[in-house]
């Protein structure tokens, strides 16, 4: 049997860290769906069709750290408004979340589009400002040339279309629970994230 654990929010809430760590917790597999997207847009920065690299793309794609760039993660919110891109990559997700032995996905329309019928449902936040902060240290660290106040722009920027968007708009799945990060360090957050899950263990074997 499968339990799918789905995980949205917005960019740099925690929903990879947190993801990785559930799923670490539990021994399931993880997928930051995330990947696909920003691999569909690197391809468009290289002069790809996007459609056409959606439905071309194949699991060894997703590993690379150049697709953590700025970029590319603006790239990857302009390419996930298209929604022959998004139709393109569902079979993908659905199939991930569908392994025996348990699954984690995180991204922005899992508890909503990709598993509606996900066993537990997290919707991940925490201020822009929050959210700016980590990324910008998160790119600091990794050498990148950037400020504050961009990555801050790039954070909303990126919300603002991916929650306006008309196919797959970010948002909280009605039976998704809330976490918002804002003042909580990683261990306090993955807590609160097994804790969640282990509530709806409980209910899906009560
Ligand atoms: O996957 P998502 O973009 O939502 O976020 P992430 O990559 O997991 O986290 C963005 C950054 O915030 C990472 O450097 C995390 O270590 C950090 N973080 C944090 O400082 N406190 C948290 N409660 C969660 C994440
Ligand atoms: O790590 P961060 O939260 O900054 O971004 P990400 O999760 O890697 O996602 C990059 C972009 O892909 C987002 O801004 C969304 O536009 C898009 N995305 C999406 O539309 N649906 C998903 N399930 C995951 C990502």
Do not use: W
Not at 84 to 109: C, K, N, T, Y
Not at 153 to 177: F, H, K, N, Q, W
């Amino acid at each position: 049997m499968s339990f799918t654990i789905a995980i949205d929010g917005p960019a740099a809430a925690g929903k990879g860290t947190i993801s990785r760590a559930v799923a670490a917790h539990f021994g399931f597999a993880h997928l930051d769906t995330g990947l696909l997207y920003r691999a569909v847009g690197a391809e468009m920065l290289a002069g790809t069709e996007p459609v056409a690299a959606a439905r071309a793309l194949r699991a060894e794609d997703l590993d690379a750290a150049a697709l953590r760039s700025p970029e590319v993660a603006q790239a990857a919110s302009k390419v996930a408004a298209i929604g022959d891109v998004r139709a393109a990559l569902v079979d993908f997700q659905r199939a991930f979340a569908a392994r025996a032995g348990g699954a984690v996905l995180d991204g922005r329309d899992i508890g909503t589009v990709i598993c509606p019928d996900a066993a537990a449902k997290l919707f991940v936040t925490a201020s822009a400002e929050v959210r700016a902060e980590r990324r910008y240290r998160e790119l600091l660290e990794a050498g990148a040339d950037t400020n504050f106040a961009a990555v801050l722009a790039d954070v909303r920027e990126r919300d603002a279309r991916d929650m306006g968007r008309v196919d797959a708009p970010l948002r909280a799945a009605a039976d998704a629970v809330e976490l918002d990060t804002s003042a909580m360090d990683i261990d306090e957050a993955v807590a609160a994230a097994i804790a969640v899950v282990e509530t709806a263990m409980e209910r899906g074997t009560g």
